[in-house]
């Protein structure tokens, strides 16, 4: 009888429906805002009540927006910058989750309360400092100036130690030792493997955190050097009176790249979230 219950699949009755759908309705109800001012013009947009239906002028604004915002080399510039801090972020915060998840070092404690303790720190008041540092490294106007300082943060550290803590047995890690395996094969062949899952959700986070960066990006870069879409999108609408239809064909542009990510990989992302739900 019991494993005939566990077996058993839930099913949501019409509440739950209900209430599913006023939250799908009301995530998908920006980016469906978004597109629909993206197909208006700016005098239909002004007036009241506003149009909740498309337009005839989205290839218009899309095309617009393009141009204006130089958003070809914007979107490159953003995939390599995002890219890399994700991959750098999720490689360097699993080596050191697993350093402080499972390894035996003097101040062990002290180093993660320092870690964490970075985090309580509001990234403004390292603007200054870290300007200067690639001032004088000529990084002005250069990726590198976005892509070093944020290639590992406190919250991917902290977040990687927790998970291994309870996903990756000590005894499998022993059992490597005994096997006469180095810590980079203990990391290569252990610890990547039980951590993938995890891995997993961090580079999301991270991507779509580096892909949607404005504050640090819009003081280190120019909009006529090599801006990411975030810098790009503040040149759009210029004048007297913004045209707000082709800012909200920027935001769009902007923001498929992401769309698109996650309709590609967005079923392995859940899978491996509920793969660790299960192994934890």
Same mark, same amino acid.
């Given at each position: ?24 309705? *009301?995530? @998908?109800?920006?980016? /469906?805002? %978004? $597109? ?6 700016? +005098?239909? =947009?002004?007036? &009241? ?6 337009? *005839?002028? @989205?290839?218009?604004? /899309?095309? %617009? $927006? ?6 070809? +080399?914007? =979107?490159?510039? &953003? ?14 915060? %699993? ?186």
């Amino acid at each position: 009888m019991t494993a005939r219950r566990a077996g058993r699949q839930l099913h949501g009755g019409k509440v739950t429906y209900a209430v599913l759908i006023l939250f799908t309705a *009301g995530s @998908l109800f920006p980016l /469906l805002w %978004t $597109a629909v001012a993206a197909s208006r013009n700016n +005098t239909r =947009l002004a007036q &009241t009540p506003p149009p909740f239906w498309f337009g *005839g002028n @989205l290839l218009k604004n /899309l095309g %617009t $927006a393009w141009t204006d915002a130089n958003m070809g +080399t914007a =979107l490159l510039n &953003t995939t390599v910058v995002a890219t890399t801090v994700a991959a750098g972020t999720v490689l360097f915060s %699993t080596v050191a989750g697993f350093a402080f998840a499972k390894l035996r070092f003097r101040a062990k404690r002290l180093l993660l309360l320092l870690v964490i303790g970075t985090m309580m720190v509001p990234p403004q008041l390292g603007v200054v400092p870290l300007f200067m540092t690639i001032a004088e490294l000529e990084w002005t106007d250069h990726l590198q100036a976005v892509i070093l300082p944020t290639l590992v943060s406190a919250f991917g550290v902290f977040f990687m130690r927790q998970y291994l803590l309870q996903a990756l047995p000590t005894e499998l890690v022993e059992a490597a030792r005994t096997d006469g395996a180095n810590s980079w094969r203990v990391v290569w062949h252990v610890v990547f493997p039980a951590a993938r899952p995890a891995m997993a959700v961090l580079g999301l986070l991270t991507f779509v955190q580096a892909w949607n960066d404005f504050f640090w990006p819009i003081i280190a870069l120019t909009q006529n050097g090599s801006p990411t879409v975030q810098v790009a999108l503040t040149g759009l609408g210029r004048g007297f009176i913004p045209d707000q239809s082709v800012i909200m064909a920027g935001a769009l542009l902007g923001t498929l790249p992401l769309l698109v990510a996650f309709v590609l990989f967005g079923k392995q992302i859940v899978g491996g979230i509920m793969q660790g739900a299960v192994k934890g």
